[in-house]
Each structure stands twice: as C-alpha cells, then as structure tokens.
C-alpha cells in the first residue's frame, strides 16, 4: 500500500458520532471489488486503504501479508504517516497481537493511552487460509458498526489478494522470510496456492519447512463437488534433483487427477512417470481421498511414514498395508487401495520423515498433537512445523512437512461463512478448550 498525505494541515478528518469519517459515504463490498479491479494489480491494495482512511479518518491503514511458514508478517505499505512502533520490516508474530489476530481469528481493538490513536487489526482470510491482517490506526475507539466495516472490507481483502496475485510478484516477495534457493523455488511452486481450507464437511491445513538443502517434500489437495483428495510426497536426494523429481510426481498426480482417475490409477500414473522420467530416483507418498457424500475413505501407501489420528484424546499410528515408493523397483508397481477409519470428530496427521529425524526425538509428537487439540489445523500444523525446527535449533537436515484434517462428518448443513466455523460444530471435543475460529 503506497502512502498518502495527512488530509489538510496534517490533522485527521473528524469522526462522525457513529465512528465514520466526515469523508466519503458508506464503504460496501461492491464498491471496494470494483475500486480495486480498476487499479493495476500492484496498486490494489493501495486503493482499498486510501478509501479506509478516507472514510475513517484513519491515520495509517496497512496490510501486512504472512510469510510462507506463517511465523512472521510484513507490512506492504502504508496509507498516511503515523509512528506504529513497528518499522517496516519483519516482524516475528510469536507473543504479538498480531499472533492473537491470526490465530484466533477475531479483530482486536487496542486502545491507546491519552490522546493516543486506537489500533484496529482484522485478518484477512479465506476459507481458512490465513493470508494476512489489516491494520488501522483511528483517532477514536470504532463502533460496532464500524468494526463491522472493517471485518468485511478485511474479508474483501483476501479475494482481492487472491485475485491479484497470480499477475505481481508483490505477495510473493512478502510471503518470503529469506531469498529462496532454486530448489526450494521450485518446491513452493508446488505446493497448492492456499494452505489451508474450510468446508462444512472438514479443514485441512498443510505446513513445510526446508531442510538447509531442500529434501523434495510437497503436499497438496483439492477439493471436488463429492470428495476431497489430499497427498503428501517425498522425493529421494536433495537440492534441485529432489525437487525436480516431485515436480515430475506432483505433476503426475494433478494430471491423473484431474482426468477423473481414482487413487489406484494415479498411484499407477505416479509410479509410471518416475520410472519413466526419474533418472533411477524414486518417491514415498500417501493418498487419501474422501467422500463428502457418506465419509467413506481411501487410502494409498506408497512406503511413506504412517499417519498418525487422534481420538478421544489419544494418538494411534494408522498402520497400513505399506506398497513400494513411487519408481522403486524393477517392474511397475501395483498400488493397493485401502479403506481408512475416519470418525466425525478425528483429527488426522500426515507427515514425512523430516518430522521422525533424530534431532526431534526428544520431541513428544503424539503429545504434541494431543496438546494442539483445541487449535484450527492451520495453526496446530503451524505449531508442530515449529516444535520440529526448535528441536532442531534452527536447522533440518531433512524437509519437514505436515498435512492436519480435522474430520467433522457429512451431516454438517453447511459452513459459516463469517466464523469460518461448521454451523453444528459437535464434533470438536470441548474438553481440550474451545476451538480457534478462522474465517
């Protein structure tokens, strides 16, 4: 978001009772959609805070976008000039406010002392993907009306980042918390264009953080009108040739995919590419694929790490018929489909064996899992990416990646769209504490 100059001799517009601003009349969604479509990509953004600021009286509007692990933000700009206390920089979200935004998914309102602004914060979310916040600094504590403008225009925020970031490289510069390698370029570009996903049936949030030299991890999913198929993958070797052989497997799988093929024939397909294409290399993997219409599930083990679910409060491995890694062996592979235990109320873990090495095996994982019960998958996948990095002091020797379901059932009416919450939400246990809305 570009600057603008303080209106007048460098006050601020004054407020109207209801906590609106002497400028511009009510802000709708249309309106912001339409003012930020006849911007360039870049500038959208810009436009939208320019209007907040003006219709507020907002002394500073920001948008602060999450990096790829969701540890930290950065602030794309400003509308208006104001000391935040915050330079325009990284800023580390554990023990912030900004970290008590994203992860309960609730505007916060922070009042300041004397004279001093309010500061507003609002995530900017969809569907459970944790895109960013909105900051605003108000010469006056908002009304609920107002903060209800501020929650939409927020929401508003993220089809609008969504929509703009395939044309700039802006979102992608801030999402990086250092310069990418070409291999772990290579392996972002893989991964699905949104983290996380809500739905009335489940959420599902994925997390990956490179070894030093990147380890060929990905994971992905995609949610059709009667299933939801989810992968997590594990390419042998490191740097580019890892992550061009699960460039060669992703594209395999999305391929067979998206032609209608079931999960034997795109473990089939899978197997066939790398032995085709892999240079002698080889991939672990799972697929699971799940029917929203009655629950029923599909599983495919490809001599990858077991999943892990948790019930009732307790952690059991998920021990499958255990098939041969994708290219492995001296004849084509045959891939067995298997049928998965999944409850309303579970919650499944799927990880590769970045989360098993040995400098985390002082880390209790299945506690872990159990302690992180009550939080969203984003922000419990979240968690325990960042329990395996402090064990391992900052440093991997292996990719680390993770995929978290939380299974809520087929008899769930529909989400709620301004909660990001299941409109009968029984199936969460409540004994753990209650859930972490998100939008």
Not at 172 to 192: D, F, K, V, Y
Not at 312 to 317: A, K, P
Not at 385 to 392: F, K, M, P, W
Not at 395 to 418: F, K, Q, S, Y
Request: with cysteine; hydrophobic share 40%; charged share 25%.
């Amino acid at each position: 978001m570009s600057a603008a100059e303080p209106d007048g001799d460098g006050g601020h517009p004054s407020p109207r009772p209801d906590g609106g601003s002497a400028l511009g009349s009510a802000m709708t969604l249309a309106g912001t959609l339409e003012a930020a479509e006849a911007a360039p990509p870049v500038e959208s953004l810009d436009v939208v805070a320019r209007m907040l600021k003006e219709h507020l009286g907002a002394a500073s509007v920001s948008f602060l976008i999450t990096d790829f692990t969701g540890g930290s933000v950065v602030r794309l700009g400003t509308a208006g000039s104001v000391e935040t206390g915050e330079p325009a920089r990284r800023i580390s979200l554990r023990g912030t406010l900004y970290d008590d935004v994203i992860r309960t998914q609730q505007p916060k309102v922070q009042d300041g002392a004397g004279n001093a602004l309010v500061r507003v914060l609002a995530p900017v979310t969809n569907r459970g993907d944790a895109i960013g916040l909105l900051e605003l600094f108000l010469p006056a504590v908002p009304s609920a009306k107002v903060m209800r403008e501020i929650s939409e225009t927020a929401h508003a925020l993220a089809y609008i980042v969504i929509a703009n970031r395939s044309f700039t490289d802006v979102y992608q510069w801030g999402r990086r918390t250092t310069p990418l390698s070409l291999a772990a370029e290579i392996q972002h570009r893989l991964l699905p264009a949104s983290l996380a996903c809500e739905a009335a049936q489940f959420a599902v949030a994925g997390a990956l953080e490179p070894a030093d030299h990147v380890g060929g991890d990905t994971f992905d999913y995609v949610v059709d009108r009667d299933t939801v198929q989810l992968s997590v993958t594990d390419a042998m070797g490191h740097d580019v040739d890892a992550a061009l052989l699960a460039t060669l497997l992703v594209g395999a799988l999305r391929r067979a995919r998206r032609a209608g093929a079931g999960l034997a024939e795109q473990a089939r397909q899978a197997d066939q590419a790398v032995r085709d294409h892999g240079r002698r290399g080889y991939v672990t993997g799972q697929l699971l694929r799940i029917s929203l219409l009655d629950g029923r599930t599909e599983f495919v083990n490809a001599g990858h790490p077991w999943p892990l679910r948790l019930r009732d409060g307790q952690v059991r491995e998920i021990v499958p018929e255990i098939d041969l890694p994708f290219g492995l062996g001296v004849q084509a592979n045959t891939y067995r489909v298997q049928s998965l235990d999944l409850r309303p109320g579970d919650r499944l873990v799927m990880l590769t064996d970045g989360m098993l090495e040995r400098n985390a095996q002082s880390l209790d994982l299945p506690d872990l899992i159990v302690r992180t019960r009550a939080l969203h998958p984003r922000e419990a996948a979240r968690t325990l990416i960042g329990a395996i990095v402090d064990a391992g002091r900052g440093h991997l020797d292996d990719d680390a990646t993770i995929m978290c379901l939380d299974w809520h059932g087929v008899d769930r009416p529909e989400r709620d769209a301004a909660t990001g919450a299941d409109l009968t939400d029984a199936s969460r246990p409540s004994s753990t504490g209650p859930p972490a809305p998100g939008r």
